[in-house]
């Protein structure tokens, strides 16, 4: 397979902490990308989240409205008026049966 040189950009701080970074572990700035590279095709998305800040304000939306959904439910089966202590109480329940069951 030919290699081919790829240029980048980045600041130069960026750059010096990121080469303190693939030396601590071993590897070199090539390494390091060509591993980011060969994750992205392997796995066919980038290896950490990448949000549009419009989309996580359509978001904050659709929670409200998913939150809002919940205190009607709430309401409808009766559980609207439990206390923290209480709903912590059902919480470490749940736990102690989910250990139980391990």
Do not use: W, Y
Request: hydrophobic share 40%; aromatic share 6%; net charge neutral.
């Amino acid at each position: 397979m030919d290699a081919v040189n790829v240029t980048i950009r980045m600041d130069r701080e960026t750059k010096q902490e990121f080469d303190v970074f693939c030396e601590n572990v071993g590897i070199n700035l090539t390494t390091a990308f060509n591993m980011f590279v060969k994750a992205t095709l392997r796995t066919r998305e980038l290896p950490f989240a990448v949000t549009d800040v419009k989309s996580t304000k359509h978001s904050r939306r659709e929670l409200r409205e998913v939150f809002r959904a919940m205190q009607m439910q709430s309401v409808a089966n009766g559980t609207d008026k439990m206390t923290l202590d209480e709903i912590n109480a059902i919480i470490a329940e749940c736990r102690q049966e989910t250990s139980a069951e391990k």
